[in-house]
């Protein structure tokens, strides 16, 4: 089971789409004029396996033109499979859906299956609401393991965030604007990487990772759990295919970084890409773009490495995890 970024769990074991990284939209007028025949005929039971059998092909455009056949399909499964196999189509039809569809409805109904489903999570809006609630309350002593400032010898007057702790919690990566410059007319932004590392005194005093930084926008660090290759997104890049490109470094030991490398056009696209994420193995890479042919503003991919080291195409994560909205910082738990 895979919990997207909206909180619609989705289980889908005998639908697969195989055109999801094939073509943006599948086109079948034969099997479509079938599949409006029957509905017109009300022949429920013939119509079943033809919507199925025309939605499991679906392109990634196709979830967002077509959301009302995923709705039928997934009333006449409650019909003729049963509720639980008709659950996560409802949810595609909540991910994907944009117009002409009754949502509060197809909501309702989504809820009405679910009832003694328990809830391990809680809305991301709520979740900040009690953090902020927590500040008001704690304003001596900060809540545990909540808003505890990592200190001046590691934060900055400047923006810090995209935080990465490395597997055995001795280094800290994060990306910074300190470097910015501010003639107090303009603001020249300037993203950079920065570590610090973790002691018997604390966090040391942050510095910039050695031959990593550049003129450009770099930011969104991801040590592998090896810790020797680093990962991290570099915008308006000359040698960039997007505005933001995907780029890997290799650790020579001795705090030497190799020269960032460019992940190529396999994995890199002409738009943006960022938010680099690797799994326990090193062989599957995450990460965020919003190039065209996804299914929302931006969605999650990945990429593997074959035995000779090569980065594969990106594929797209598909419609389980992603929807029309925005994906965004996936996080792989080691």
Known sequence: MVLSSDSVAVDISDLVFPNINKTPVYLNKKLEKKIAKLDQERNWQALYPELKKYVSNFGTQNFALQTYYIWRLAKLTEIFGSPEEAKPLYALVLKHSRQGLDVPSITARYDSLNRDKKSYYVPLAYYYDLVDFRRQVDTLIPPRSVLTSMGPRVNSMS?????M????????IFTSKRN??????????????FYTLNTENGWGKAEMIPNINSRYNDGSGFLSQSGKSLFFSRCEAPDGLGNCDLYMSNFQGDTL???????GEKVNSGQWDSHPSLNATEDTLYFSSDRRGGFGLADLYFSVKDNRGRWGEAQNLGPIINTRNNEVSPF???
């Not at 910015?180 to 950079?192: A, C, F, L, P």
């Not at 970084?257 to 992940?263: A, D, E, G, R």
Request: proline share 5%; net charge negative.
């Open 332 to 334: 792989y738990h080691r």
């Open 159 to 163: 923006e810090d965030y995209a935080p």
């Open 257 to 263: 970084w190799t020269t960032p490398k460019n992940l």
């Open 165 to 172: 702790v490395s597997s055995n919690d001795s280094v800290l």
């Open 180 to 193: 910015s410059v501010n003639t107090g007319i303009n603001k020249s932004v300037n993203e950079d990487l």
